[in-house]
Structures are given as structure tokens and as C-alpha cells.
């Protein structure tokens, strides 16, 4: 039946996504990271199957632009949304400021960019950046329903991405990318342990076990 719904998440219970490294503080526009954050926004945009975020953890910067970007999104209790541009001296490098505005309406984008404030998954919710909210233990069960819902009539394969956000929005090599746009098969085991969702395959996973400053 091929491939009906992808799911994007984040390895671990901490992080979806905490997008990329900071650049130097040097008076100059970093545009090499750019092309490849727009292309992977473009994909999952042109994609002909939902895309689904699942946010476990930190959607933070580049996370957070990703999980808006994805079609819907279920988000953890414990779940954080943030943009942190302007507290880092970054810019929006894909169409986190046009999709945002569409989610949320004009005056709340702003809000989000220029102030750079914490939210939870409730208050993600209540603006619509975030379509369910599930306890922290039901999000995978809460997803899968969703899935299936989605891919009801219509044939059961789905794609788990489990995401490092350095591989993608640094834009490096990413076999998260290759298999979303069809490419090599996906791994049958990232040897993280981490359970499938009626799965095709894992892809990527990421060890982060210390928080960032910038969450």
C-alpha cells in the first residue's frame, strides 16, 4: 500500500526539536544553512501523505518552525514551544514567519518572535500551533489513533522519523531526508530501543541529555 502517513518526532522524552547551533557573533549573515532548512520545509509541504508531529519534549527554534510546518500535531503535556531568533541573534532561515502567521494570526506571530516567550503544550493548543494534547505516556497511543484515522480506507504504511535536529537543520547529509523524499530504505533498528507506531522504519536518533541554555 506504500506509504500513507509520516510521523516526525524526537528521540528521547526531552526534545522534538531544538533547531540548529548558534552561529558566531560576528557582524555577518550566516547563509549557508538556509538552503537546506527551505528544502526540507518544501518537502514536507509537497508532500502527498499527512505529515504528523509528534512533540515529545522541546520544540524550541528551528522545532518549533518544524512541528507548524508538519500538517498536524499532537503534542506531550511536558512539551515546550518556543522561537528564540531574536534572543540569539538568528532570523527565520525557511517560512517560519509566513506559516507561523497562518497558524496563529498575525498579532500572536509577532508576539512569538519578538518576545520570545515559553509556552505550553495547553497554551500551544489554545493558539493553534498544537491540534491534541496528550498526557506524556499516551502520546505514541494518541498518535497512533490519529494515524490510523488518517490512513483509514486508505492502506496502514507509516513512516516514524526520529529526528536530530543537528543532521537536519544544519544541513547535513540526512537519511531522514533521503527516505521522505523516497530515497535509500529506512533502518530497522536505530539501537535506541525505541518502539514502532506501525512503523516502516527508524531513522535518525540524537543523545541530548542536558538542556540547553536556550530552552
Not at 140 to 154: C, I, K, M, P, V
Amino acid at each position: 500500500a506504500g506509504v500513507r502517513v509520516v510521523v516526525i518526532t524526537g528521540a528521547g522524552d526531552r526534545f522534538f526539536c531544538i533547531g540548529g547551533e548558534k552561529e558566531p557573533n560576528d557582524g555577518q549573515l550566516h547563509y549557508h544553512n538556509v538552503p537546506p532548512v527551505v528544502d526540507l520545509y518544501n518537502l514536507i509541504d509537497m508532500m502527498p501523505v499527512p505529515v504528523i508531529a509528534m512533540v515529545n519534549g522541546f520544540a524550541v527554534g528551528g522545532g518549533n518552525v518544524l512541528a507548524n510546518m508538519c500538517d498536524l500535531t499532537v503534542a506531550s503535556e511536558q512539551a515546550t514551544f518556543r522561537q528564540v531568533g531574536p534572543a540569539m541573534g538568528s532570523y527565520d532561515a525557511g517560512f517560519g514567519t509566513w506559516y507561523l502567521e497562518d497558524s496563529v494570526g498575525r498579532k500572536r506571530a509577532k508576539e512569538i518572535w519578538y518576545l520570545n516567550r515559553k509556552y505550553t503544550a495547553k497554551e500551544a493548543q489554545a493558539m493553534g500551533l498544537a491540534n491534541e494534547v496528550a498526557p506524556h505516556a499516551q502520546l505514541r497511543e494518541r498518535t497512533e489513533a490519529l494515524r490510523r484515522r488518517l490512513g483509514a480506507g486508505a492502506g496502514t504504511g507509516t513512516v516514524l522519523v526520529v529526528l536530530d535536529s543537528d543532521l537536519l537543520i544544519e544541513g547535513r547529509n540526512s537519511p531522514a531526508r533521503e527516505l521522505l523524499a523516497g530515497g535509500p530504505p529506512p533502518k530497522a533498528d536505530a539501537g535506541r530501543g525505541e518502539q514502532k507506531l506501525a512503523v516502516a522504519g527508524i531513522v535518525v536518533s540524537s543523545s541530548r541529555d542536558r538542556l540547553p541554555a536556550a530552552c
